[in-house]
Structure formats: structure tokens, C-alpha cells
């Protein structure tokens, strides 16, 4: 079958062949954000760590960028919209349920007039390939009223970040980059250098407390400037958005975006296709004069029926997909039987091996103590969210980042005292920084009659997305020493009495019977249990020892 | 077979066994060949043990990243329990690599088994060796080369005559 490849293209082969195109590299969807971030002078990268983001951040920095990780998504959007009010350009990245955590300054940002460019990145997890929702978030800039561009590949990825600075910064508004998993983490051949913005402008700062102080006074005519902005991009995205026309049959025309356009290309090679790369506001007019111009008019999206119901609100009449497929992701061949009008029930796959707590990891020990001290576990996100898997099955609740305080706390309330006295809350270290903290307060500000425990599983890095340095680690995004929280400090300062440290790694026994001694008393307690991450601890020791020498240098 | 459908491969195992290292590679093979490639996978929880696969697709024109179902020309499974879990992916003719087509006492370490069975694919493509070599140096740290090299030797000596049609 190779054979019928040109065998020309691999005959003039040399190990240099792209050495002499330096506009071409092989990039994942982040990366190539990344680099149109880079390209664009974006002067700060934040963000939280969350799957499939997190390699924006950290190629941004590769690539020389100034990158940051934040304590959490709100707060990385707080920080790039002060970078964006001084006249600059960020970018702030994060997943989708990330988005939820920042959604609080996004909606009021997007009143906001910014003198520089706000690109919010949110990837989103169709299928849940690491998350604990598959949320859409196409209906976040709907109900905020900001802009979305929707890249179907890295190549878009690269240049819809370029764009996206564009529109930032023509309406003063935030923008949202929507992403998924599978462009996030897709590698394709970019060019780069096919889109350039202009340089961005001085940091400067002149006062304007209409545009930006949003007290009601302010915020009422804000909000009728942004309803006539986004009429103006509605308009300027029919007539010159990043939209594309494929020409072809009179007869199937197909209605699409991101990853989803991929596939139809694929499946339905003859069929006209309008794909929208500019989500929000809607090219509704192009859509309209679409649909007229062929006999069956189809949407085909994934998740959540965004685009139909953007349809059919403005009076344009459109084949949806069958409800069965809002659940999971799309492929060509599922694409296939949306066209075809199929809902006989999927072949189910074969299921793989289910992941688990790698051996020797620190939370194995953790768990164990949990179960056999029979405890009421809610729990957060993290590696030690594979605790509610076999062989443990130790965790009883997850919900959202930090829940596992609030929800803890919540039970104690409300259980009989027998049961009450069995709720420990686990919490991961990176997840406790995001979240926990104000779980922490408002355990001593309501403690239970029962008191409380909270567990926090330290191991010294953020692990289940892949190694990231935060607040209680010490150490930045580059690894360099900074600022650090010291959660048994933290615990203290609240005036929480009992606050242990412990490795529960070197004796069960002992780690089980400070659990139960905590939990036999009416009151609050914190026990930190770290051990660094099995698979963190050499990188980890390698970050010291260079910051140690800098230091003594 | 027109030139323009592109050719399929789906690397598959477990976590921690360098399925995504050995689909970099081979995407970065591709890629310096001058074809068009994309190359697809979900991480995650890919350190974790579980189950990972990644699809690499080459050719003039591809859409999708990922490989449909029975349409993957080439199946590489990094361990053998892992290949029921992904046999669906194979289109009817395709080849499946397996650890068994191999030596596997004479790999000097157990890790290089993903490179071991990139030599095995090796003989299925026409990609010079040098580009191989370029492309295993360039993913792996320098201390780790001699071993997957010779690891990459072993796999594509021993292709020569396995790698069974289903």
C-alpha cells in the first residue's frame, strides 16, 4: 500500500528537509496557540492547569513568553484583564470547567472597554476524556455576550489566536478561543507567519472610570454599548468573519464547526459546507443564504445543539443531529450515521484497561487508611479521584474543585453524630491552593458540632495534569523559588488546633490511628499527608537543586 | 488504492509504556518526509496504567486526526493484552505489530519495547532508516539512544518476516 505513495517526496529526503522551511512545524492545537501568542507579543500567559489546556502555558514559556500559573482560573482572568486595561495583550488559559471559576469577572469584563487584547482560552472535554463534565461552552459566550472563534485544527489554532487579538482589540472586547480535546491535543502541519497583527501599542493607563468601574451608574449604558458592539460583530462576521464556503452538491449542505468540520469533510467529501470559525454572534445571514441555496440543510456539531438552536432562532430551518449523539465525542463514523439519519444502538468498544494509582504512589496509603477506618469520604479533583475506582472505591463524592471542604461540612451539619464523626474531606495541595482555602475558612467560621477533618494529599505538584509547579510548591511556572503557601501555617494562622504532618507512606498504622484520633475529637482538624508525587520526585529535587545554587551563586 | 486516502496507524498499550512517545516519533518521521500528517490521542490519564491509544494519519490530504474504526492499515499494541481492547481498529488486510513478533528477551530494557515495535513498522514503510534514527534521537534523551537504537535494529531485523496480515 506504501507504494502507491510518492516515493519521489521520500527519494529527495534529507534530514534537513524542513530546515529549509522554517515556517513549518508539526504542532499540537496548544502549541500552536502558544505560538501565535508568542508571535502576537502577547506580554502575559495565565491560567490554571486543567486537561486539555495546560500546554499552552507551558509552550508559551518555552518559546520565551512570560507565562504564570495562578491559584485558579478567576484569578488568572482578574490578572490578564489588568494586563489587557494597561494597554497590553494577554492570553489566559484554562479547561472548561475552568471557565466556571472565571466566569464571575468574565461577565462583567465583557461590559468592560479594554485599551488592550483579552484572548480567554477555554478547552473544552467533549467525552470526558479527563474531566468530570462535558459542559459546552459555546453557551458561555452566548449568555456573556462575548465573541468566540472556534479552531478546527492547529493551523486555525494559530491563526484564530492571531485573529482573535485582532477583534479584541477592533471592539475593545474579551474574546473567547474555544477549544476541545482533540484540537487541543491533535498535532498538525502549521505554517506560521500567515496571519500578522500590528504591534501592540504602550502600556499606558489614562483614567476612565465609565469604561471600566462598573457601578450600576456605569454598568447600565455599558451594557447597551456591548449589545450594539456585538450587532456590529454579528454584522462584520457575516460579511468578513473567519468563515469558510467548501463549494459542492445542491442537494446536502452541511452546517459546522471545529473538530466537527474535520470529520464531515471526511465522511461527506460532495457536500456543500459552510464551516463557522466565528461561533458568537453568529453569521446569521450567511447561514440563511446557505441554507437556501440547498435542498437539506444539516448542522453537524459536537456536544451541546449550539448551533441548531442559533438556526432556528433566527427562523432557518435545519436537520440537528439525533439526541444520542450530545453524548461523547464525534468521529467520521459517528458523523456518518448523523447524515444518514441513523440511531440503531453504537457497537459498544471493547472496554481498555481502567487507570490506576501507579505503584507506590502516596495516596495508595491514604485510601487504604480511609477504607479500613471505614470513613464518609468526600473527595476532589485529582489523581486521588481514582480512589472511588476498584480496589478502593474510598471516595464517595466529586463534584467540583474544593467541593470536598464545603460538601464535608455539609454532611457534618446534617448526618446523625455516628455517621457525622466518620466525614473526612480530601482535598489534593494544588486543588486545596484553587479552592480550598475558603472551604478552610468557613469550616472555622461554622463548625460543625462534630467537628471536622480535612485531609490534604500532598504531593508536592500539581500531578494529574502533568507535573505543574503551584502556590504551595514555591516554586513558579519556570520552577524558579518564589512566594510559598504553607498549608500547617495556613491551618494555624485560622486558629485550628490540630494540624499534623505525616507521611503516610512510612507507617500505616500510625497515619490510620492519627486519622481516628482527629476523628474521635469534636474538633477541627487538618492533616497534611506528604510524600511527593513517586513520578515528581526527581524533576522536583533537580528544580531545588537549581534554585539552590542560583541562590548561593 | 488512490494516493490520496491516507495511510492509518494506531499505536497502542498502556500507560507509561510510551505510546505517545513512539506516535511522536513516528509522526515526526512523517512530517520530515515532507507528507502531511496529524497525529491524535487522549492524554491524561495516560501515566495512570489505563488504556492509551494514538492515531497518526499521513498523506495529501487528511481531515480527521483520528483513525475510523477498521480503517487502520497498521496496528501496533505495546503489550498483548491490550490487543482484543483495539483489534476493532484494524481494517480487513491491515497488520498488527505485537510484542510477540519480536525477541522480547533480547531488548535491553523492557521501556524500549515501543521503539522495538517502531523497528517492526519500519520495514512496512517507506521511510529511510536515517529519518528513523533522526527521529529517535531527536524524542529521546542522548543517554537512552543506544538502547533504543539497538532496540529499533531488533524490531526492524526481526520484521523482515512477521507482522501478519488479518
Known amino acids: 500500500m506504501y507504494t502507491e505513495f510518492k516515493i519521489e517526496k521520500t527519494q529527495g529526503f534529507t534530514l534537513n528537509y524542513f530546515e529549509q522551511d522554517h515556517a513549518l512545524s508539526l504542532l499540537s492545537g496548544d502549541e500552536a496557540v502558544a505560538m501565535a501568542a508568542f508571535d502576537a507579543g502577547v506580554t502575559l500567559g495565565t491560567g490554571y492547569p486543567g486537561t486539555p489546556s495546560t500546554e499552552i502555558l507551558e509552550a508559551f514559556e518555552t518559546l520565551g513568553g512570560r507565562a504564570q500559573w495562578s491559584p485558579n482560573e478567576k484569578v488568572a482572568l482578574e490578572v490578564a484583564i489588568g494586563v489587557a486595561f494597561a494597554g497590553r495583550r494577554a492570553i489566559v488559559t484554562m479547561k472548561h470547567v475552568g471557565l466556571n471559576v472565571a466566569s464571575d469577572p468574565l461577565f462583567t469584563v465583557a461590559y468592560a472597554r479594554l485599551d488592550g487584547a483579552l484572548v480567554v482560552v477555554s478547552a473544552d472535554d467533549p467525552g470526558m476524556a479527563s474531566s468530570q463534565n462535558e459542559q459546552d461552552n459555546r453557551r458561555y459566550a452566548l449568555a456573556a455576550g462575548v465573541p468566540m472563534l472556534e479552531p478546527s485544527d492547529s493551523q486555525e489554532a494559530y491563526e484564530f489566536t492571531l485573529r482573535a487579538i485582532e477583534i479584541s482589540e477592533r471592539w475593545h472586547t474579551p474574546i473567547l478561543l474555544r477549544m476541545t480535546t482533540r484540537v487541543c491535543h491533535s498535532k498538525t502541519v502549521v505554517r506560521r507567519g500567515t496571519v500578522t497583527v500590528p504591534p501592540s501599542g504602550p502600556a499606558h493607563f489614562e483614567h476612565d472610570l465609565p469604561s471600566r468601574a462598573m457601578i450600576p451608574a456605569y454598568a447600565r449604558p455599558a451594557h447597551v454599548r456591548l449589545r450594539k458592539a456585538l450587532a456590529e460583530m454579528a454584522a462584520w462576521n457575516d460579511q468578513a468573519g473567519p468563515n469558510q464556503l467548501i463549494a459542492g452538491s445542491s442537494s446536502l449542505g452541511i452546517i459546522t464547526s471545529g473538530i466537527a468540520y474535520q470529520h464531515v469533510r471526511e465522511v461527506a467529501p460532495e457536500a456543500s459546507v459552510l464551516k463557522l470559525g466565528m461561533t458568537y454572534p453568529l453569521p446569521v445571514e450567511r447561514m440563511r443564504a446557505f441554507a437556501a441555496s440547498v435542498a437539506r440543510c444539516m448542522v453537524v456539531e459536537e456536544g451541546d445543539p449550539y448551533l441548531v438552536e442559533g438556526a432556528r432562532a433566527a427562523g432557518i430551518a435545519v436537520e440537528g443531529k439525533p439526541e444520542m449523539y450530545r453524548f461523547g465525542e464525534l468521529n467520521t463514523v459517528r458523523v456518518r450515521r448523523i447524515l444518514a439519519g441513523d440511531t440503531s444502538p453504537e457497537t459498544k468498544r471493547v472496554p481498555g484497561k481502567a487507570p490506576s494509582f501507579c505503584p507506590g504512589c502516596p495516596h495508595r496509603s491514604s485510601y487504604t487508611a480511609l477504607k479500613n477506618l471505614n470513613c464518609i469520604v468526600p473527595g476532589d479533583i485529582g489523581c486521588y479521584a481514582l480512589g472511588a475506582l476498584p480496589p478502593f472505591e474510598a471516595m464517595d463524592a466529586m463534584i467540583c474543585m474544593g467541593a470536598a471542604i464545603g460538601m464535608g461540612l455539609g454532611l457534618r451539619y446534617s448526618l446523625p453524630p455516628e455517621e457525622a464523626k466518620r466525614v473526612v474531606s480530601v482535598i489534593g495541595d494544588s486543588t486545596f491552593v484553587h479552592s480550598g482555602i475558603t472551604g478552610l475558612i468557613e469550616m472555622i467560621y461554622n463548625p460543625p458540632e462534630t467537628g471536622h477533618v480535612v485531609l490534604i494529599l500532598d504531593n508536592g505538584i500539581t500531578a494529574m495534569t502533568g507535573m505543574q509547579e503551584h502556590p504551595g510548591t514555591g516554586r513558579n511556572l519556570s520552577h524558579a523559588r518564589t512566594g510559598k503557601v504553607v498549608f500547617e501555617d495556613l491551618a494555624r494562622s485560622l486558629g485550628i488546633r490540630n494540624v499534623h504532618v505525616i507521611d503516610p507512606t512510612l507507617n500505616l498504622d500510625k497515619f490510620q490511628e492519627l486519622i481516628q484520633s482527629c476523628l474521635d475529637k469534636p474538633e477541627l482538624s487538618v492533616v497534611i499527608a506528604r510524600r511527593d508525587c513517586l513520578l515528581a520526585t526527581r524533576a522536583i529535587r533537580e528544580y531545588e537543586r537549581c534554585n539552590e545554587k542560583q541562590q548561593t551563586d | ?166
Open chain 2, 1 to 166: 488504492m488512490r494516493s490520496s486516502k491516507p495511510t492509518n496507524v494506531v499505536i497502542a498499550g498502556l500507560g507509561g509504556q510510551g505510546v505517545l512517545k513512539a506516535s511522536d516519533i513516528l509522526a515526526d518521521v512523517v512530517f520530515g518526509a515532507g507528507l502531511n500528517v496529524k497525529k491524535s490521542e487522549l492524554h491524561g490519564m495516560s501515566q495512570r496504567g489505563g488504556s492509551v491509544s494514538s492515531d497518526v494519519r499521513f498523506g495529501e490530504t487528511i481531515f480527521s486526526p483520528m483513525v475510523p474504526e477498521g480503517e487502520a492499515d497498521f496496528l501496533v499494541v505495546l503489550a498483548e493484552d491490550q490487543v482484543p481492547v483495539n483489534a476493532a481498529a484494524l481494517a480487513p488486510g491491515g497488520v498488527l505489530i505485537e510484542p510477540s513478533q519480536i525477541d522480547e528477551s533480547s531488548l535491553s530494557t523492557k521501556k524500549s519495547i515501543n521503539v522495538a515495535l517502531l523497528g517492526v513498522l519500519s520495514r512496512h514503510l517507506q521511510f529511510p532508516v536515517e529519518a528513523w534514527i533522526a527521529a529517535l534521537k531527536s524524542n529521546l534523551a542522548e543517554k537512552l539512544h543506544e538502547a533504543n537504537l539497538r532496540a529499533f535494529y531488533l524490531g526492524r531485523d526481526s520484521g523482515q518476516t512477521s507482522g501478519q496480515a488479518k
